[in-house]
C-alpha cells in the first residue's frame, strides 16, 4: 500500500472507532438492551481501536522505511509546521538543560505508565534519524522480529512453526475441526522496560546551532539505544534450549543443514563473535576453499553456505568459557521479538549523578522496550574451540 492509502486506511479506522463509540452512547437510552448487545458493542470498540492502532503504526512504520531508503537528492526541505516543530524541540531541550522553570514545570507535570515523570519527548523525525544511525553501529534489531505497542504490558499468542498443522478440509458439509487439529499456541507476555543512560552536557553545545545540536543527540542515543538493546537480544540468545558442540568442518554442515525446519533455511543466517569469526575465517573445505566467502555483489558482507554471517563485537558477545566460542544459527525474526513502546523521552538535572558537586548539567534519556523469546525452535546455539579442516579430497586414479 501507498503512503495515501495507508493514511486514509487510518482515517476510516478513526472513523469506524467513532461510530462505534456513538452506537455505543446510545445504548445508555435504550430499554430494551440487553446484556449481549452491550457487551458486542463494547468488544467491537475495542476491536475497533485496536484496528484504528495497527493501521496508525503501519503508516509510522511505512514513512520511516520511506525516509530510511530516501538518498539525499530525494530529501526535501521541511515545512514552516515542521521547522516549527523541529525549533520548538531544541528550544525546549535548551530551557530544559538551563532549568528554566517554565520549561522543567511542564515536563515534570506529567508522568508516564510508571509514575515516574515524562520529560521531553523526542519528535517522531527525530526518533527516525536515531533509528537509521543505529542501522550503522551493526544493531542486532534489524535481525529480530520487531513490534511497536502502545501499551506498557501486554500479550500474544505465537504457534511455533515446527508445530504448525494444515488446513483441515471442510468439504464434507458436516465436516468439524477435530480438537487433536487445533494448534499448539504459546502464550508470549511482555513488560515494557524503561532504560536509561547519562550524559554531560556543555555550556558551549547549548550556544551551538540547532542542527549540531541534534547530531550530538542524535549519536549519543543511538549509541546507547543500540548496546543496549543489542544486550537484551544476546541475553535470549544465550537462553535458547538446544546447545550443540562443534569440531569439525562436517559439524557446521550439519548445524546449518539438519537442525531446522527446512522452511526456516531460506531466512537463517549465522552469528558469532569477532573472535569465533577469525578462526571460522582459517577453517577450509576438502578443495582447499575458505568455509567463509564472500558475497560476490557486497564484498564486505560474509557467509557460509550462501547465509549471511553477522559478526558482534566480543565485549557484547564473549566467549562462553575459555577459547570457546559462540555460533547461532536460524531465523532471529521467529526466534525473538522486540517489543517497542517507541516513546524515548529526555530529562535533565543539575543536582543528580554529580552534577551539583562538578557544577554541571546532565541530560538522561530513556528507552522503553522489552525483548522476548517466541520461538525456541527456530535458533540453535552452538559453542566450538576449534574446527579442524574437511579432509582433503583424494585425486581418482587412472
Known amino acids: 500500500m501507498t503512503i495515501n492509502e495507508l493514511n486514509d486506511a487510518w482515517v476510516n479506522a478513526g472513523q469506524k472507532v467513532s461510530d462505534l463509540q456513538a452506537e455505543a452512547n446510545a445504548m445508555v437510552n435504550v430499554d430494551d438492551v440487553t446484556v449481549e448487545d452491550i457487551t458486542k458493542v463494547q468488544n467491537n470498540v475495542k476491536a475497533a481501536k485496536a484496528q484504528r492502532d495497527l493501521a496508525y503504526q503501519n503508516l509510522v512504520d511505512a514513512r520511516a522505511e520511506e525516509v530510511a531508503s530516501m538518498s539525499d537528492k530525494d530529501v526535501q526541505p521541511l515545512n514552516g509546521e515542521e521547522k516549527a516543530d ?11 538543560m538551563k532549568n528554566d522553570p517554565t ?11 510508571q509514575g515516574n515523570a515524562a520529560g521531553l519527548t523526542i519528535p517522531v523525525d527525530v526518533q527516525t534519524a536515531i533509528h537509521q544511525l543505529m542501522r550503522q553501529y551493526d544493531s542486532l534489531e534489524q535481525y529480530v522480529n520487531h513490534e511497536s505497542v502502545t501499551t506498557a504490558s501486554g500479550s500474544r499468542v505465537y504457534e511455533k512453526f515446527s508445530e504448525i498443522t494444515p488446513l483441515v478440509n471442510l468439504d464434507d458439509e458436516e465436516g468439524e475441526i477435530k480438537e487433536q487439529d487445533a494448534p499448539k499456541l504459546t502464550l508470549i507476555k511482555y513488560v515494557i522496560k524503561r532504560y536509561a543512560g547519562i550524559n554531560t552536557v556543555t555550556n558551549s553545545l547549548l550556544k551551538d546551532t540547532a542542527d549540531n545540536i541534534l547530531q550530538w543527540l542524535t549519536t549519543w542515543i543511538a549509541r546507547k539505544v543500540v548496546v543496549t538493546r543489542n544486550q537484551a537480544i544476546i541475553e535470549k540468545m544465550n537462553a535458547v534450549p538446544s546447545k550443540q558442540t562443534l569440531s569439525k568442518f562436517d559439524d557446521i554442515k550439519d548445524l546449518q543443514n539438519k537442525t531446522l525446519d527446512p522452511a526456516l533455511l531460506s ?8 573472535s569465533g569469526f577469525s578462526e571460522l575465517a582459517k577453517v577450509k573445505d576438502a578443495h582447499g576453499e575458505y568455509l567463509i566467502q564472500p558475497v560476490v555483489t557486497q564484498p564486505e558482507v560474509k557467509q557460509i553456505g550462501g547465509k549471511q554471517v553477522v559478526v558482534v563485537a566480543d565485549r557484547w558477545l564473549p566467549n562462553q568459557a575459555k577459547d570457546t566460542f559462540p555460533l547461532y544459527f536460524g531465523d532471529m525474526k521467529q526466534a525473538i521479538t522486540l517489543y517497542d513502546r517507541e516513546h524515548m523521552s529526555l530529562l535533565s538535572t543539575n543536582i543528580g549523578g554529580g552534577a551539583f558537586e562538578h557544577d554541571q548539567t546532565k541530560v538522561r534519556v530513556i528507552d522503553r522496550f522489552d525483548v522476548e523469546a517466541t520461538d525456541s525452535d527456530a535458533l540453535i546455539s552452538a559453542s566450538f574451540k576449534k574446527i579442524a579442516d574437511q579432509p582433503a579430497a583424494t585425486a581418482p586414479t587412472a
Not at 531466512?267 to 569477532?274: A, L, R, V, Y
Open 86 to 96: 523541529k525549533i520548538k524541540f531544541i528550544d525546549e531541550f535548551k530551557g530544559m
Open 267 to 274: 531466512t537463517s543466517m549465522f552469528i558469532t563473535n569477532q
Open 103 to 113: 520549561i522543567i514545570n511542564s515536563l515534570t507535570s506529567s508522568t508516564d505508565e
